[in-house]
């Protein structure tokens, strides 16, 4: 546990991002992006639903930018605390066909709101979430747009709580997303093997640029990727969360789904919309409350 967290430290203190990305280039049309669950289909491909978008997964060697967990250990630094911090933020989505990543993004009456990429979650239940700590819990699907690749799944934090399980909710600044700028370093956290178990380095490429791929305005950066990550959340190096991995490709290049339009959808869906997805998405994988569920704004149940 104490050798998982110095590696992790280690690379924290010696990470400064996986290359320093000319402002305005462009994604590479050389190389497929990558964004399968790992545990996919034996072809090792997944096609997005929406827009046709096919990826093939890669595994190319692994170069210095990037580092396995497997340890833990107590913080006691500032680097150890935001590695801490970065794993309990981090959880591990596990499915029928497959595993992917996810980030704790906000805290409802009851439940944890997690956001993960679409993808993830898409013909994979039941779904289960693995924490930093503790056994899997039991996760209800909220919502999947059909607009982006964005998912939002609750737990019950009851259950949580129960297991003793510590987790952190992603930070989260308007400001600081909206000042990032191309070559400014990031952290990309991700659960391949259990939950938050791998970390890299990567930079900003473009901010806001559109990706015909995912027809969307995504951020595109610079970081070695490997199936399992998508979902995961990719921070500053202050750890704002600048939003979640939905690609990779060949040629180092992330696409992440920027924070303002995840919280442009986590803000806009509606009650209804919510449980009419519950109840055909997930309507088997539900837990009581005892009748005390809430239906204020933004409640999500």
Known sequence: ??????????????????????????????????????GENPSGRVRRKGNGWEAADTDPQRPDGISSMNESGNGGNPEQEMLCYLQQATVQIQGSRGMGSGTIWAE????????????????????????????????????VSDQVDLAFLEVSLREVEILN?????????REVCERLEAGQPLWIMGSVQEAADRICGGSVTEPWIFLEDFDNYMLLGNAYVVPGESGGGVFTREGILAGIL???????????????VMEAVYDNFSRTDIDKQADLLDNENQWSDNGNRSHGHRRLW
């Open 108 to 143: 409802e009456e009851g439940g944890l709101v997690l956001a993960t990429a679409a993808h993830v979650v898409s013909d994979n239940s039941p779904l289960t979430v693995q924490f930093d700590q503790g056994e899997p819990v039991e996760a209800r699907l909220l919502y």
């Open 246 to 260: 939905c690609g990779g490709n060949e040629a180092d290049q992330i696409a992440v789904l920027p924070w303002s």
């Open 165 to 173: 399980v510590p987790w952190q909710i992603a930070r989260q600044d």
């Open 1 to 38: 546990m104490v050798l998982r967290r110095l590696i992790l430290l280690a690379m924290i203190c010696m990470l400064t991002g996986c290359g320093s990305p000319e402002s305005g280039r462009q994604p590479s049309r050389e190389a497929s992006w990558s964004a399968a669950p790992q």
